[in-house]
């Protein structure tokens, strides 16, 4: 507190004398709250956010730390049971600490145990819990969380049954009441294809309108095929036991998909608030398994028997991974279908593939990942009436233009079914990369104290998709 002793002898000086001192004591005090506010201010922004890791069963849990964040405290508290998850995910975060280019600096706090759950809840060490493991429990994981005042940044899916969609709106109407953030990982959006699918179909001139299509012909389809067996941060990935038990890891209509169905809402509604239930109708969904022998269970596990949980699942000493599905939906009247497929090993030189069409009044968009891309993904223009490609091509260079104010450098070039479109190098980003942006794009939400209603019905959109696709699904 500043104390002030004020003095006037009004008969010995002028008035404007009086005046002047006065304004120059008002500027005083000024100064020395306003400095103090500001200190008070920089503390609160300087504060950082500090991260607590729950069983991190993923490789996508660590994928968050493989850089460091300006607004993350470099401690991290994890929370975890004894074993292999635990252990596969302390070597990657080691990794990324001695690493020559460009290490990270993060300091471990492991706590282990049959009751880490209790012991996070009981100690509460940080305020943003990571989520990327089994998930039979994470939406339990998340609604605890969150009505214990956590943020939660959570990898896909949130929620694999219905009854787990159900659970999964109590907690986001919690984070609400409990003014928390509640956000799931979606890489996809930051691909560039992905981000110039969106952009050019936004532009009349060269898309058109999206079209409402059919069930035989859907306005939207989007396919990707993954593998079990594959490469991360330079070494072959060893996948848990679980995650080959959909009980644990959830069927591959209600995981891999969420990517698919977000992107669709992303790209053709951005930014638009959904609601699940009068926007969205599912007219067909279907599962079928992938078949894997004990040695190429062995080889992505590294253990020489299966386990006993997936005894329901071994035909004919073969496991049978109800991993692939395809959703056909139609949300606000546009015919659309996702489709996931997993098989047990990539190609040699390839990896994870996609296949995007979205189809306009002038032209399709169409994303290809296949062996005449040589497996990297490239955007398409294709028009939808063959007729005066000249003038078309002349407007294209028009809206190129304007494209390039945001993206310099992307262009397009002519092709056998139309134009290929030309992204620089720098534009490029990988699927490991991908966690960093989005992780950024959380610390903005958290800085500005809220998610977007968008997001937020965007998410509620996805689950309920995803999971009322498997129920329809499970019925044949």
Request: net charge positive; hydrophobic share 35%.
């Amino acid at each position: 507190m500043v104390r002030f002793s004020l003095y006037f002898n009004f008969t010995s000086r002028p008035v404007s004398y009086y005046y002047v001192k006065f304004l120059a004591i008002l500027s005083f005090i000024i100064t020395v709250y306003g400095c103090k506010n500001s200190n008070t201010q920089k503390q609160v922004e300087m504060k950082k956010v500090r991260l607590i890791v729950l069983d991190p069963g993923h490789f996508h849990a660590a994928l968050v730390q493989k850089t460091m964040y300006a607004g993350i405290d470099s401690t991290v508290n994890v929370f975890a049971p004894d074993g292999s998850d635990l252990e596969s995910y302390l070597h990657l975060i080691e990794r990324y600490n001695t690493r020559t280019d460009h290490p990270t600096s993060w300091k471990l706090n492991v706590n282990k145990g049959a009751d880490y759950f209790k012991m996070f809840l009981s100690q509460k060490p940080g305020s943003l819990v990571i989520l990327a493991g089994n998930n039979k429990n994470k939406t339990e994981y998340i609604k605890n969380s969150v009505d214990a005042g956590f943020h939660v940044l959570s990898d896909k899916p949130m929620a694999i049954t219905t009854d787990g969609f159900e659970l999964l709106k109590s907690s986001f109407e919690s984070a609400r009441k409990s003014n928390v953030l509640l956000y799931d990982i979606m890489t996809a959006r930051f691909e560039i294809t992905n981000i110039l699918e969106r952009e050019l179909s936004k532009s009349e001139a060269v898309f058109g309108v999206l079209e409402k299509g059919t069930a035989e012909n859907p306005a939207i389809t989007k396919q990707s095929t993954h593998y079990f067996y594959k490469t991360v941060s330079g070494a072959p990935l060893v996948r848990p036991e679980w995650y080959f038990d959909t009980d644990q890891e959830g069927e591959g209509i209600v995981d891999v998909t969420t990517h698919l169905v977000d992107l669709v809402q992303w790209e053709c509604f951005p930014e638009q608030v959904l609601n699940y239930e009068n926007d969205i109708k599912i007219e067909a969904a279907k599962r079928w398994p992938t078949l894997l022998t004990l040695a190429e269970f062995s080889a992505v596990t590294k253990r020489d028997s299966f386990p006993a949980f997936l005894a329901k699942d071994i035909k004919n000493k073969v496991l049978n991974v109800f991993s692939n599905g395809e959703i056909n939906y139609t949300i606000r009247g546009i015919h659309t279908k996702v489709s996931a497929e997993w098989k047990y090993q990539a190609p040699e030189g390839s990896a994870d593939t996609y296949f995007s069409r979205m189809r306009g009044t002038r032209a399709n968009l169409i994303i290809r990942q296949d062996k005449e891309q040589r497996f990297k993904p490239v955007l398409y223009i294709e028009p939808a009436v063959k007729n005066n490609n000249a003038e078309y091509e002349k407007m294209l260079a028009t809206e190129f233009q304007k494209l390039q104010e945001k993206y310099p450098g992307v262009g397009f070039r002519k092709d056998k079914t139309g134009w290929q479109v030309i992204i620089p190098e720098k534009f490029n980003m990988d699927h490991e990369q991908q966690f960093e942006e989005v992780t950024k794009s959380f610390l903005m939400y958290l800085q500005q104290g809220k998610i977007p209603e968008w997001e937020v019905s965007f998410m509620k959109a996805k689950y309920y998709t995803t999971t009322e696709a498997l129920r329809t699904a499970l019925k044949k």
